[in-house]
């Protein structure tokens, strides 16, 4: 995430910053009894809402923190259900025999984006991707291999903290047909004929279709940065 031109923090290290004290904080909660610990977790997630709310700037700053605080107290559990963990999101990208992307346009959102949707219970994440894109296109697919792992909360395209897993798919059958719901509208498209706006497309396009031509690719994943912590690179 970038600094702002002083060099101080931006938006994106606060962001991280209160969602990992938040974790702690939550986590501890979880673990302990000990009335003096569970006070001292307390006050650590009041900090946390402090600098989540100061990163979303604007008027009402204190009773945001409070929201934001209330929200994560509702979230705390015992023991290992209490451990604060990113959520996992799955994503496809599904090519046909013309070399074309599945894309849906989000209803929330208006932009476009290969389908993609929380990782849920009882499901591999492989079958997540099979039943995202029959649910949200009509499309009937099949894995074919993972081509990325990436951390939503650093790349900034989420303000939680959320895991990526991005699968390479091929059609297999079906017909588009779009969500009534959660996207306002899918289609197949050439590389020359993207519709706008795309969500993240310079990170992810040339890859995608390199998959879709049957070029290897190799998972894409975050670097490590040097120190893991402070660098806001």
Known sequence: ???HADGGPGRGDLLRWSEALAGIARTGLGFTDSLYERERFEEVLKVAADIRAAATGGAGQQALAEAYEAEWLKGVGSGVPGYVTPKVAIGAVVGDDDGRLLLVQRADSGVWLYPTGWADVGYSPAEVA???VREETG???EPLRLIAV????RLGFTAVPLYSLVFHCRATGGDLQAHPLETSDVGWFPEEGLPSPLAGFERWGSRAFAAIRGEPV???FDTVRDPVWRDRS
């Open 150 to 153: 990436l951390d939503g909360l």
């Open 218 to 220: 190799d998972v894409l």
């Open 1 to 3: 995430m970038a600094a």
């Open 139 to 141: 499309i009937v697919c």
């Open 130 to 132: 099979v039943k995202e």
